[in-house]
């Protein structure tokens, strides 16, 4: 079991840049692949991007292909989501979860854990 806790959210202008991280609980995190998604109000959660257990692999939503970047620290038990040029439709509630297995998957089902999340305000 790994308990999940992100940061980093905020208020920005819409160019601007946010880092968020996700620090996980326990010994065992690289053998979970790591997701963030996102919930905007009135709005389903969404995939917004996957990386895969040490880092090899990783996918993007393709809005935001070329403005955000997974990364993780499993020495740091730590994944992250550096945000650049972010966009009002950027605007959400932003989620870390994680699950055990090799791939990194689009939908919410397949991910057992879930932090509480972070709002991300981006004014236009």
């Keep these: 079991?790994?308990?999940?806790v992100e940061s980093g959210g905020g208020l920005v202008q819409a160019g601007g840049s946010l880092r968020l991280s996700c620090a996980?609980?326990?010994r065992t995190?690289?053998?979970y692949v790591m997701g963030w998604f996102r919930q905007a109000?009135?709005?389903e959660r969404e995939f917004v991007a996957g990386i895969s257990r040490f880092g090899s692999n990783t996918d993007y939503t393709d809005s935001v292909k070329g403005r955000f970047t997974i990364s993780r620290d499993n020495e740091k038990n730590t994944v992250y989501l550096q945000m650049n040029r972010l966009r009002p439709e950027d605007t959400a509630v932003y989620y870390c979860a994680a699950r055990i297995g090799q791939?990194?998957?689009v939908l919410t089902a397949?991910?057992?854990y879930w932090g509480q999340g972070t709002q991300v305000t981006v004014s236009s």
Aim: proline share 5%; aromatic share 16%; no cysteine.
């Design 110 to 112: 397949f991910y057992a």
């Design 29 to 31: 995190f690289s053998s």
């Design 103 to 105: 791939s990194i998957v």
């Design 1 to 4: 079991q790994v308990q999940l």
């Design 24 to 26: 996980a609980s326990g």
């Design 41 to 43: 109000p009135g709005k």
